[in-house]
């Protein structure tokens, strides 16, 4: 029975954060990252029948703790930065969008698409020169999520209280690695 239940809650929908890291150019901090992503049944039916999900990639600042404060006050408590990204399925193709702005790249496997969407490759974070100058002091966190306020409003009600709907990984840290922090 116990081995019934582990099957049936594998195969639920889930973001595994697996690495993140930091790299300092054009006076900015660029981030990397990866996450493995599957969804679960429920999902994988809504987005076949046309329902686009909407996922972010979100960043915080958590160092120097002075600016990383002034940051969550200015921002209302959100995100120093968010990617946005959005995944689709087009039915006359039969291949999965995954879009970023009015940019969007075709997959013939879902698996190809999510793992396309768990990974992030020199995302401009954060441009404040005084922060990237000084790059022992820098530290941050990232995380992918299901970002459900995006969705229509129909789909936000329907989806209040439903495990199945919730999708996002946990917050994994990002720090420059030594070498790029003596630089």
């Known amino acids: 029975m116990w081995l019934a239940a582990g099957a049936v809650l594998g195969e ?52 120097p703790r002075g600016y990383a404060l002034y940051r969550q006050v200015a921002d209302w408590f959100s995100p120093t930065a968010e990617l946005g990204y959005r995944l689709s399925y087009h039915a006359i193709s039969r291949q999965y969008r995954l879009h970023l702005g009015s940019y969007y790249r075709s997959f013939a496997t879902l698996d190809d698409a999510l793992s396309a969407l768990g990974v992030v490759k020199g995302w401009g974070v954060l441009a404040d020169t005084s922060i990237a100058d000084d790059k022992s002091d820098f530290a941050g966190r990232v995380r992918l999520r299901l970002d459900l306020s995006q969705m229509p409003k129909p789909f936000q009600l329907s989806t209040l209280g439903q495990g199945d709907w919730k999708l996002e990984s946990a917050w994994i840290d990002v720090v420059p690695s030594r070498d790029e922090a003596r630089e």
């Not at 990252?33 to 987005?47: G, H, K």
């Open 12 to 63: 639920g929908s889930n973001i595994r954060a697996q690495s993140a890291g930091a790299n300092y150019g054009n006076n900015r901090i660029e981030l990397s990252a990866r996450f493995a992503v599957s969804l679960n049944p429920t999902l994988e039916s809504a987005l076949t029948n046309g329902v686009s999900l909407p996922f972010v990639y979100e960043f915080q600042l958590t160092r």
